[in-house]
């Protein structure tokens, strides 16, 4: 009867490591998430800036990517 509960304890010991090696992965998931999730608002803001600024001096989508074509055949 001892053997099985030692048994038992080890691997309760074994399914808790493993539990607690997914935790830290799903952590590390989730702050890598949380930093992309930052970066890309930053670069859309950035890329709103600029697209703003080119309005201003006289940008317009349409003619931008008709006058774009032809340089690239």
Not at 26 to 33: G, L
Not at 34 to 51: I, N, P, R, Y
Request: charge should be positive; proline fraction near 1%; charged fraction near 30%.
């Amino acid at each position: 009867m001892f053997f099985f509960l030692l048994e038992a304890k080890k691997l309760a010991s074994q399914y808790q490591k493993e539990a607690d090696k997914c935790n830290s992965g799903m952590e590390t998931c989730e702050e890598v998430r949380e930093k992309a999730e930052e970066a890309l608002s930053a670069q859309m803001k950035l890329t709103a800036m600029w697209e703003i600024r080119a309005r201003q001096k006289g940008w317009r989508e349409n003619v931008a990517k008709s006058n774009a074509f032809p340089y690239f055949i």
